[in-house]
């Protein structure tokens, strides 16, 4: 299937496994229409004093100055990488080697901004101590990711973070960065204040796309000054729309609508992987957010195409793609959690990822297709996420 294909397919299943569940554009719309007050004045290129607002009480909840919308969390990252190496006059960055910047914008940290990045620890496992430790070259900046997504959304633990932040500010003097893009699922783990956890950092990137469902749009956060050089380097960057407002109402929605889920998110992706260690050719990662890997055993384009069928005969969305592994016939899918994945029972899960993996099916068999009355109910009022904004796993 091509990916508008699998977009439609998604879009038109009334339940799914993974993430919140689809709407089409018009219904998005349409709901966040709902929800705006009629006599909302747009801001205009960035300022109005509700766009305003909204900055102000993000920057209070990661502990920092001030805060900036922005369109893109590439465009947040990049921004902030820059002011700190300027400030540093040095343009060399640190981050993990499976980094956002590093393999998901074409290397844009080089090709727009010259600076030039030194990979921290290998690939497979999380930044330690000991990494940052034998950095010899001095840094402009050192970015960590919590969680780091590519590698099953891990998280060191507190003492270990705390430890590693220190390490980089004593040995290397650089500023520290937080890829927070899943920031918000990842408190949980910790049981602490996002404020407590951005302390650590001098910027915060933060998402709303993702686990909190809007359509898209970032936040960068630190001092006053940095986020006024921020500014500056959004209009460079072309992020100085004429209006960001229905990014940023979808934003805040999200935001208030979606935050308070994500302890439930992780339990329920725990309470998943526990079972999912029991069928016959899967192998789950252990998660510590809402997002995890799970190890199918199988030919890609085989598992990929029950699935496909699944969806389709059944109305339940299992998964789009999966991706390869190193190892042959093993392949990886990136499971999240969401209101769609609460909206079903677990037993259904498994049904699902039994007949994807060719296994006999429960007595009971798949669940039936229900009405769309039945899945909005059953669902809880999921957030409106654009099918161009959906990760098709």
């Known amino acids: 299937m091509s990916g508008e294909e699998l977009a439609r397919l998604r879009a038109s299943s009334p339940r799914a496994l993974t993430h919140h569940l689809a709407q089409s554009v018009h219904d998005a719309l349409r709901d966040l229409l709902a929800a705006t007050p009629a006599d909302l004045v747009a801001d205009v290129y960035g300022s109005g004093s509700w766009l305003e607002a909204f900055e102000a009480q993000i920057a209070r909840e990661l502990g920092k100055e001030a805060a900036v919308f922005l369109p893109t969390g590439t465009m947040a990252q990049q921004i902030a990488l820059r002011i700190w190496c300027d400030r540093a006059r040095n343009r060399t960055v640190a981050f993990h080697p499976t980094c956002h910047l590093e393999i998901h914008e074409s290397r844009a940290y080089a090709m727009l901004h010259d600076m030039h990045a030194l990979l921290v620890g290998a690939p497979t496992r999380l930044m330690t101590v000991a990494d940052i430790r034998a950095i010899v070259d001095p840094l402009g900046a050192l970015l960590i990711e919590l969680p780091q997504r590519e590698i099953g959304a891990l998280l060191p633990a507190w003492d270990d973070l705390v430890s590693l932040c220190e390490a980089a500010r004593d040995g290397t003097g650089a500023k520290l960065h937080l890829d927070g893009a899943r920031l918000w699922e990842a408190a949980p783990y910790y049981g602490r204040t996002h404020a407590e956890i951005a302390a650590l950092f001098d910027s915060v990137y933060v998402s709303f796309y993702k686990g909190l469902g809007g359509i898209a749009g970032a936040m960068l956060a630190g001092d006053a000054d940095f986020v006024s050089e921020a500014r500056v380097w959004q209009h460079r960057h072309g992020g100085r729309l004429i209006s960001l407002a229905p990014l940023a109402l979808s934003a805040k929605r999200g935001f208030e609508r979606n935050l308070g889920k994500m302890t439930a998110y992780a339990e329920r992706a725990r309470a998943i992987a526990t079972v999912f260690a029991n069928i016959e050719g899967v192998v789950p990662n252990v998660p510590q957010t809402n997002t995890f890997h799970v190890f199918l055993r199988g030919e890609k384009e085989t598992l990929e195409s029950r699935a496909h069928e699944y969806a389709q005969t059944t109305g339940t969305f299992v998964f789009a793609r999966l991706a390869t592994t190193v190892v042959p016939g093993i392949q990886k899918w990136e499971f999240v959690v969401g209101d769609a994945t609460l909206a079903l029972e677990i037993d259904e899960i498994v049904a699902a990822v039994r007949a994807v993996m060719g296994l006999p099916t429960p007595s009971a ?21 654009l099918p161009n904004s959906l990760a098709l796993t």
């Not at 769309?372 to 999921?382: E, H, N, Q, T, Y």
């Open 365 to 385: 068999g798949p669940p039936p297709p229900i009405s769309r009355g039945a899945r909005l109910k059953r669902a809880k009022a999921a957030p409106p996420i």
